[in-house]
Nanobody, 115 residues
Framework: QVQVVESGGGLVQPGGSLRLSCRTSGIIFEIYAMGWYRQAPGKQRELVATITTTGTTHYDDSVKGRFTISRDNAKNRVYLQMNNLTPEDTAIYYC?????????WGQGTQVTVSS
């Protein structure tokens, strides 16, 4: 049984930081590309950041220089360090495990940026 579970969301003030974590089980983690996506109210789900099996990263322009994606293959986890958060970052953040035509999603973790 495959599990993808996000954690680390919460309420933070503008300019603050959060670190999201995603743990997986039931898959061979190191052969999956991993990604973080987000969905704000009334908007479509959008890509935030991805990391390949070899550690190559990609970021949406809106988060470049503020967010950092990383992975720990020994722990079957992927992380998203989010700094200098703004209200526009408010969304549900989803973790994705991707291997060509196979995709696994978590249930999401809420991030709210507000004063």
């Amino acid at each position: 049984q495959v599990q993808v579970v996000e954690s680390g969301g919460g309420l933070v003030q503008p300019g603050g930081s959060l670190r999201l974590s995603c743990r997986t089980s039931g898959i061979i983690f190191e052969i999956y590309a991993m990604g973080w996506y987000r969905q704000a109210p009334g908007k479509q789900r959008e890509l935030v950041a991805t990391i390949t099996t070899t550690g190559t990263t990609h970021y949406d322009d809106s988060v470049k220089g503020r967010f950092t994606i990383s992975r720990d293959n020994a722990k079957n986890r992927v992380y998203l360090q989010m700094n200098n958060l703004t209200p526009e970052d408010t969304a549900i953040y989803y973790c994705n495990a991707d291997r060509v035509i196979i995709h696994y999603w978590g249930q999401g973790t809420q991030v709210t940026v507000s004063s």
